[in-house]
Nanobody, 122 residues
């Protein structure tokens, strides 16, 4: 599975962005897509995940209520809608895919996109 992330950019605090992650295929019987992020000087952390078939989603506490993960079956694309952005949301955002039903642990994701930079200015 090849993943292509896009949509990052510079936004002021309180603003919004939508990230996209296009997948080359969905051949797994189970498939979950996840978003992770890595801020400067920090470890990569879980942001959100969605089960492709059922749409079940889970979020990190730090983004719940502000970020929404969704998918478009026809386009093989997963989105991360981000609102009320904060400077601490500044990071490189990565999308990832796994053949598990759902997963919040990055080690369970064998497929990764290249990352897209989100910068939130104060």
């Amino acid at each position: 599975v090849q993943l292509q992330a896009s949509g990052g950019g510079l936004v002021q605090a309180g603003g919004s962005l939508r990230l996209s992650c296009a997948a080359s295929e969905r051949t797994f019987s189970n498939l979950a897509m996840g978003w992770f992020r890595q801020a400067p000087g920090k470890e990569r952390e879980f942001v959100a995940t969605i089960n492709w078939s059922y749409g079940s989603a889970y979020y990190a506490d730090s983004v719940r209520g502000r970020f929404t993960i969704s998918r478009d079956n026809a386009k093989n694309t997963v989105y991360l809608q981000m609102i009320s952005l904060k400077p601490e949301d500044t990071a490189v955002y990565y999308c990832a895919a796994t053949n598990r039903w759902i997963a919040t642990i990055q080690d369970l994701y064998p497929y990764w996109g290249q990352g897209t930079l989100v910068t939130v200015s104060s």
